[in-house]
């Protein structure tokens, strides 16, 4: 993985800000966007998880 191509800190906020201003679906894309982010899991198998 190129290090380079990764969102850094401030990237990643302006993006969740963006995800969760949006009118639909706005603050729970922002959750499941968020875990991805912070658990740094990839979302192929976050997405197939069952609760």
């Known amino acids: 993985m190129d290090k380079r191509s990764l ?3 401030d990237q ?11 009118p639909r679906g ?9 875990t ?3 658990c740094a899991l990839l979302p192929a ?3 197939r998880r069952k609760p």
């Open 7 to 9: 969102m850094n800190a």
């Open 12 to 22: 990643a906020a302006a993006l969740l800000d963006w995800i969760r201003r949006r």
């Open 26 to 34: 706005g603050p729970r894309l922002h959750a499941f966007f968020a």
């Open 36 to 38: 991805l982010y912070y």
């Open 45 to 47: 198998p976050c997405g």
